[in-house]
């Protein structure tokens, strides 16, 4: 990070960043990548419109930066990002007195963005995958929890990092993730073939503390160590290169999806605000979600 990044921002633009943390409850990586997108309009358009604030600009003006960025390579998705950020400080700078009106207001590219499908697993890839974990010794059972977890209950690194052995409910078989993205708790239903091995585990854990630990230091486990774990797994299994926890992630609710399971309760599953943030798994058909955990091929071939 160079020294320009560290200097503050105009005050406005300042009371916006706080007003995101404190009011819009905003992950410290969102206010950050705001930040970083706000620095960047001001840099760039300051050399188009040099003395004017962002919020005194015109519709015309923005078009041309955002041109610009797209000349500079940038995709679709990322500018549409880019006027996210811009139009959520035009609006904050309107509702402050300090502009007219928000000239984003209503304008979006988002409808133009092309999403690619999230890489995941084939079914028999995934089972493959399962099968590697086998091994005996309290490092091979952690780490085949870990893996199946991940593709289990469709959590995120952060998430499986950050669970304790109080987040697992013996009476309702669920998993309560507390820190998940936004500061947004909820509980996944744990497929029962999963719950017997994790009950298992238990056990051995005790009663108190993180729920993966390293072997050596015994510390919570990093997403580094996430990582590592998912990757050794993969070669074992005799899978492509690339294999990570986003791509457990991302097939739990594509193999969900592809059997019939309700979009709705993909998004609640894997903590998404809305079914629309779930919108590149397609299709819908209503289930309930203990039923649809029970779908997944964790407790061997079906």
């Known amino acids: ?154 959590l995120r690194t952060s998430e499986l990092c950050a669970l304790d052995v109080a987040d697992v409910s013996r009476e309702r078989h669920e998993l309560t993730v507390r820190h998940g993205k936004g500061d947004r708790p909820r509980t996944i239903p744990i497929p029962e073939a999963l719950y017997t091995e994790l009950l298992a585990y238990l056990l051995e854990r005790g009663k108190r503390g993180a729920l993966f630990r390293t072997s050596v230091k015994v510390r919570r486990l990093s997403s580094k160590d996430v990582c590592d774990i998912v990757s050794a797994v993969a070669a074992r299994a005799g899978l492509r290169a690339g294999v990570t926890a986003r791509t457990l992630r991302h097939s739990f609710a594509t193999h969900l999806m592809d059997r019939g399971v309700d979009l709705a309760i993909i998004a609640s599953l894997m903590g998404h605000r809305s079914p629309q943030e779930t919108g590149v798994y397609l299709h819908v058909l209503p289930q309930r979600p203990e039923a649809a955990v029970r779908r997944l091929p964790i407790g061997g071939r079906r």
Not at 25 to 32: L, S, Y
Not at 125 to 142: D, Y
Request: proline share 4%.
């Open 1 to 154: 990070m160079s020294p320009q990044d560290l200097m503050p921002l105009d005050p406005l633009i300042e009371g916006y960043l706080s007003y995101l943390d404190k009011v819009g409850r905003k992950t410290a990586r969102t206010i950050v990548d705001v930040r970083c997108t706000l620095r960047r309009a001001v840099t760039a358009l300051g050399e188009l419109r040099p003395g004017v604030e962002l919020w005194a600009l015109t519709l015309e003006d923005f078009l041309h930066w955002l041109e610009a960025e797209r000349r500079a390579g940038r995709t679709a998705m990322c500018l549409a990002k880019y006027l996210s950020h811009v139009r959520g400080l035009l609006e904050y700078a309107w509702r402050s007195g300090r502009a007219h009106r928000n000239v984003l207001d209503g304008f979006s590219l988002q409808h133009t963005v092309q999403r690619a499908a999230p890489k995941s697993l084939t079914l028999e890839e995934a089972e493959l995958l399962v099968l590697a974990t086998a091994g005996s010794g309290p490092t091979a059972r952690r780490d085949r929890l870990v893996v199946l977890l991940l593709y289990g209950c469709g």
